[in-house]
């Protein structure tokens, strides 16, 4: 899964307004993986889904998954990496 | 409690192996306050707790949170935006 993840990395470096997209392992839960993301909107990130092979990687990804994705919007209020 | 996080995120710019700090609101839950951050060790994360100002920030900031602050400690496994 982790490898996946790095791959989507990797493609959204193509993507418009992805500043980041950080892939961690839970260090209690090895199991649990987080994948923090800053986008410059919405929009930009689900453009991001069309991209050339980013549903091959979905449809590879999903069935590794117990249950469903979990997901917290934020909004950035500022700090210290962001650009 | 979103500005004294802003003014911690100033301060970790001097802190060493520091290389994200990003404060975010629960877009839900705006009283909800998320701090993403990376460093290179827990141990450079715990001796910048010590820098000067950093111990005064706490004591402001630890009235305003209700209850424990929660924390997830994570193994990054690389992504975009890092470094």
Redesign the interface.
């Known amino acids: 899964m982790?490898a996946i993840?790095?791959q989507a990395?990797?493609g959204?470096?193509a993507a418009k307004g992805?500043?980041?997209?950080?892939?961690?392992?839970?260090?209690?839960n090895?199991d649990t993986i987080?994948?923090?993301e800053?986008w410059d909107s919405k929009e930009d990130h689900d453009n991001s889904l069309k991209l050339p092979g980013t549903p091959e990687m979905i449809a590879k990804a999903m069935p590794l998954i117990d249950g469903k994705p979990e997901g917290?919007?934020?909004?950035?209020?500022?700090?210290?990496?962001?650009f």
Chains 1, 2 share one sequence.
């Open positions: 982790v993840l790095l990395a990797e959204v470096k992805c500043h980041l997209y950080v892939v961690c392992q839970d260090a209690t090895p987080w994948v923090f800053t917290t919007p934020l909004v950035v209020a500022g700090g210290l990496g962001l």
